[in-house]
């Protein structure tokens, strides 16, 4: 089998036919967190370098555990430029998503770093992602070209009066809902004020109008199953960090001694959008 595993071929096929999928952040560089959700079924991991404590070394170690389990592994880049994503690409990562898009020029600069042709990705065919020389140049182009997913993340006010356009953009297969950085930058108490409420329904209707997949964090299964009802269909469920706190938590709270009380007072905030 080729070094460009099944997996890097797949998740921007599945991506570009919006087919529903299941997910969740990676912070921590353990690998064994992308082990264990691959092997429990999830169908891809984000691997978090905006929030997370990743540096080149250590993402390629995560980029490799989810090679080897065979998991789509998207990088959440720390800011919107070429030599983070270049490094994300050489070491095998599937997808990318950028955050604070705001423009339509952002989201040109987005799809040219993640391409070869028509867009300005710099080449080596010596890495995990080109076969370390496996690979002739134009097969290696081609096939990485059409295998990455590109992923904008739409998470500031300015980027709502131009979202149309900014999804339209020709190469930028889908779009993630950023509702926890919208609720911040409105200074609203919560994900459901109206105004993130009227946010997130113009970034939907946009990503119908361009039939361009949504993506999205949820809280639970109902919380997925309304957003499916709204055209999404990639859900990014807690993180490695977050499921760890919630199980620490539930057994804190359970494993209670002889006249302690019980701990229920472990869970964040409701209506908190940890991303």
């Known amino acids: 089998m080729s070094i460009l595993a099944s997996t890097t071929h797949s998740l921007r096929e599945r991506v570009v036919r919006r087919d529903l999928m299941r997910g969740s952040f990676v912070k921590l560089t353990d690998p064994s967190s992308i082990e264990i959700m691959g092997a429990v079924g999830f169908d891809f991991v984000v691997l978090d370098q905006e929030h997370g404590v990743f540096d080149r070394a250590t993402m390629n170690v995560s980029l490799l555990a989810a090679r080897a389990v065979g998991i789509s592994a998207v990088v959440r880049v720390p800011q919107l430029g070429s030599d983070a994503i270049l490094?994300?690409?050489?070491?095998?990562?599937?997808?990318?998503?950028?955050?604070?898009?705001?423009?339509?020029?952002?989201?040109?600069?987005?799809?040219?770093?993640?391409?070869?042709?028509?867009?300005?990705?710099?080449?080596?065919?010596?890495?995990?992602?080109?076969?370390?020389?496996?690979?002739?140049?134009?097969?290696?182009?081609?096939?990485?070209?059409?295998?990455?997913?590109?992923?904008?993340?739409?998470?500031?006010?300015?980027?709502?009066?131009?979202?149309?356009?900014?999804?339209?953009?020709?190469?930028?297969?889908?779009?993630?809902?950023?509702?926890?950085?919208?609720?911040?930058?409105?200074?609203?108490?919560?994900?459901?004020?109206?105004?993130?409420?009227?946010?997130v329904d113009r970034i939907l209707a946009a990503a119908r109008k361009c039939a361009k997949q949504v993506w999205v964090m949820v809280d639970s299964a109902s919380d997925a199953e309304a957003f499916r009802a709204r055209g999404a269909s990639a859900f990014i469920v807690s993180s490695d960090q977050g499921m760890l706190r919630k199980a620490a938590a539930d057994i804190a709270g359970k494993l209670c001694f002889s006249g302690e009380p019980a701990q229920t007072a472990l869970q964040g905030p409701a209506g908190a959008a940890p991303n």
Not at 135 to 163: C, F, G, R, T
Request: proline share 4%; with cysteine.
């Open 87 to 199: 490094a994300a690409l050489d070491g095998g990562a599937t997808g990318i998503l950028a955050p604070h898009v705001v423009t339509v020029d952002d989201a040109r600069a987005l799809v040219a770093s993640c391409r070869y042709r028509a867009g300005r990705r710099g080449f080596s065919g010596m890495t995990r992602a080109g076969g370390y020389g496996a690979h002739s140049m134009w097969k290696h182009v081609d096939a990485a070209d059409a295998s990455i997913a590109v992923i904008a993340m739409i998470e500031d006010p300015p980027a709502l009066s131009s979202i149309d356009a900014i999804l339209a953009v020709e190469g930028l297969d889908a779009v993630f809902v950023g509702r926890g950085d919208l609720t911040v930058a409105f200074n609203a108490p919560t994900r459901d004020d109206e105004r993130i409420v009227q946010a």
